[in-house]
């Protein structure tokens, strides 16, 4: 209480104090506040821009240590919690991480590839989802975030075409979502440039824990990275 008490005078007297000061003094001041903003707002957009050098990992990185990492944390700008690389007890397989926000749990499979994403990368997704059911005792939403066709340009591999045709077709009988990295990059863009709302999170959440295959994104893409006309 007694704390309070000083912090309150202290408070008290700078108010008494500034409103004796100068005009020229209270202008120096006010310019010198506004200098401080400037100066914040440019490191801001330093950061923004670093930031979204290191997304751009989305586009063109195929191995795990660069892509996986990564891929969660585009899964985060969403909302989604991701957690870390786990092995599944028992069978001793190996997941690339969870998402523990959203209607349901989810299990992370992140690949990449010069060509598209084919049906032996769905095949041992399958059993990791099968495997963590029987562990947990509870059924987690597959996630599979592919980075197909990674050498060719971000604006002619959107959508699901960096996945293979049995790929999308064999997904839709398993509780698995397929992601395109490209779309998921354009998404962070919308997320960290404000342009995307909170709402809109919640909705790309859901559609992706409800979708049994392919999820287009590019719904919410519009007017961003490589999704112009």
Not at 139 to 165: H, M, T, W, Y
Request: aromatic share 8%.
């Amino acid at each position: 209480m007694a704390i309070l008490i000083a912090i309150l005078l202290v408070a008290v007297l700078l108010w008494l104090t500034l409103r004796r000061l100068s005009p020229a003094f209270a202008t120096r001041f006010a310019l010198w506040r506004e200098q401080r903003e400037v100066e914040q707002s440019k490191r801001d957009a330093i950061r923004g821009v670093d930031d979204l050098l290191a997304f751009q990992q989305l586009l063109y990185e195929r191995g795990k240590p660069q892509l996986e990492p990564i891929a969660r944390e585009a899964l985060d700008q969403i909302g989604f919690k991701s957690t870390s690389r786990e092995i599944i007890p028992g069978p001793n397989f190996e997941i690339d991480g969870r998402t523990t926000f959203g209607s349901s749990p989810g299990i992370l499979e992140i690949k990449g590839s010069k060509k598209q994403i084919v049906l032996d990368e769905l095949s041992v997704f399958i059993p990791k989802v099968l495997a963590d059911f029987d562990a947990k005792g509870y059924r987690s939403k597959g996630i599979l975030v592919g980075n197909g066709l990674c050498d060719a340009r971000p604006k002619d591999r959107l959508g699901e075409k960096v996945f293979s045709s049995h790929t999308l077709q064999a997904v839709k009988a398993h509780s698995i979502a397929l992601v395109n990295s490209v779309d998921l990059y354009c998404i962070v863009c919308g997320v960290l440039s404000g342009q995307i709302k909170t709402q809109d999170l919640e909705h790309m959440r859901e559609k992706i824990l409800h979708t049994n295959g392919f999820v287009s994104l590019l719904e919410y893409c519009k007017g961003l990275p490589f999704t112009d006309s």
